[in-house]
């Protein structure tokens, strides 16, 4: 190992080469995600450590989780847009920065295309469905259900 | 630009480190989040679905592992904190150091009581 005096990265920045055209027409996705990346990451700060304060750390924790647990809280609307805000910024903000470690590691060109392939359809298949369940789930699917929007 | 740059160091100090740190806590976290999508679908299908597979989380290994994942996400969280002051705060820069040493108290802080609440739980304390 040695050490260095600066990154190793071309002059020619890769990313730049992905997202924008050339220097007259280049656009401004690369500063617009990394801008994003700093305010969802604010917003995920608050998201997940709520979310993990109130499904590991009061009540019963990890024990207490079943299908009632979930039935209760997406009974209330607050949670259904709690989880929906988080499931959309989390998948954004971590496939933004799969995408960077994509451009940083893999250095052919067919590469990279087919992992971002694959990175976006896998994002948009979780996407997806994770929106559709938050929306469309019955909460009174158990017949034994207790809550009171169920009687 | 040489092809291999594996066996270099980029200066190696804590400034390398806690990117390097940031860059695995945060694909780590990204997997997690695809299998956590997909097992709470199944809330979709039916509620014994749900509770089968969320039951087989439910022992020691798992409950261990809930624990390093809970550690990455604190520290990513709070690590990504430092950047933006980095970034965005005129003084940033020149504190960085202390702020590397408050994402540690604050990871200390609040990593050690979600520890011990935790393993009570899953070690039916």
Known sequence: MSDIAAPRSSTRSRSLKGGGRNRSGQTNFELYSWLFMRLSGLALVVLVLGHLFVNLMLGGGITALDFAFVAGKWANPLWQVWDLLMLWLAMLHGTNGMRTIINDYAEKDQTRFWLKALLITASIVVVVLGTLVIFTFDPCLDPSSTLSVCK | MPSKPVGTLYRGREGMWSWVAHRITGVGIFFFLLVHVLDTALVRVSPEAYNEVIGTYKNPIVGLMEVGLVGAILFHAF???????????????????????????????????????????????
Request: aromatic share 12%; net charge positive; hydrophobic share 55%.
């Open chain 2, 79 to 125: 690590n990504g904190i430092r950047l933006i002051l980095v970034d965005f705060w005129a003084k940033g820069p020149r504190n960085q150091r202390k702020l590397m040493i408050g994402v540690g108290v604050v990871w200390v802080v609040l990593f050690v009581p979600f520890v011990i609440r935790h393993l009570m739980h899953v070690f039916g304390g």
